[in-house]
């Protein structure tokens, strides 16, 4: 199985500044297919997960110019350039290159410093 | 406007079962793998299953396969989770994920909790 390590797992942020996460995978996420699929995840505070980034630098519909992904191979970003409050929450990356099964990374907690 | 609607989750006793479902609407059902995803009290996110398109394949997650299993009726816009032989560590939110290049859309959860 394909082992996603995210770091730091704590981050507070200051309003205002930016943010970067790190996402780490055991191997290659580069498909047969020659895409890239790592994804990113936020989770605010009692809601769903929603996706905010595919295949590594793909913002979704509606995502803030704020947050952009980058990365290849093993090592991906996610970064936020100026955080705001509704920012808050617990951040996922995952694969889906090597399934089954999908991985997650442990998750990244913001938090306001 | 894509919506999943998850339900059949509940208190049930170690060794119960129950089935969940998820009710899609505002896509083109047929068309879409679907999957199971979990989160314990507390967790991060974990797979549990996947079912095709047209129900011909499905794959399970090491921890729920032999008690677990994913189906589909795409005439009801909905997929299935039968979750049999429960376990306390079966305890958590169980979401309905959408996929589409990665998990794209997501219910909002319904929550199973197994006793002892």
């Known amino acids: 199985d394909v082992v996603m390590t995210q770091s730091p797992l704590s981050l507070p942020v200051t309003l205002g500044q930016p943010a970067s996460i790190s996402c780490k995978s055991s191997q290659s996420l580069v498909s047969s297919d020659g895409n890239t699929y790592l994804h990113w995840f936020q989770q605010r505070p009692g809601q769903s997960p929603r996706r905010l980034i595919y295949?590594?630098?793909n913002r979704d519909s509606g995502v803030p110019d704020r947050f952009s992904g980058s990365g290849s191979g093993t090592d991906f970003t996610l970064k936020i350039s100026r955080v705001e409050a509704e920012d808050i929450g617990v951040y996922y990356c995952?694969?889906?290159?090597?399934?089954?099964?999908?991985?997650f990374g442990q998750g990244t907690k913001v938090e306001i410093k | 406007e894509v919506l999943l609607v998850e339900s059949g989750g509940g208190l049930v006793q170690s060794g119960g079962s129950l089935r969940l479902s998820c009710a899609a609407s505002?896509?083109?059902?047929?068309?879409?793998?679907m999957h199971w995803v979990r989160q314990a009290p507390g967790k991060g996110l974990v797979w549990v299953s996947h079912i095709k398109s047209d129900g011909s394949s499905s794959t399970y997650a090491d921890s729920v396969k032999g008690r677990f299993t994913i189906s589909r009726d795409n005439a009801k816009n909905t997929v299935y989770l039968q979750m049999n032989s429960l376990r306390v560590e079966d305890t958590a939110v169980y979401y309905c994920v959408r996929d589409n290049w990665g998990f794209d859309y997501w219910g909002q959860g319904t929550l199973v909790t197994v006793s002892s």
């Open positions: 295949k590594v630098s």
């Open positions: 995952t694969q889906g290159t090597h399934w089954p099964p999908w991985t």
């Open positions: 505002g896509f083109t059902f047929s068309t879409y793998w």
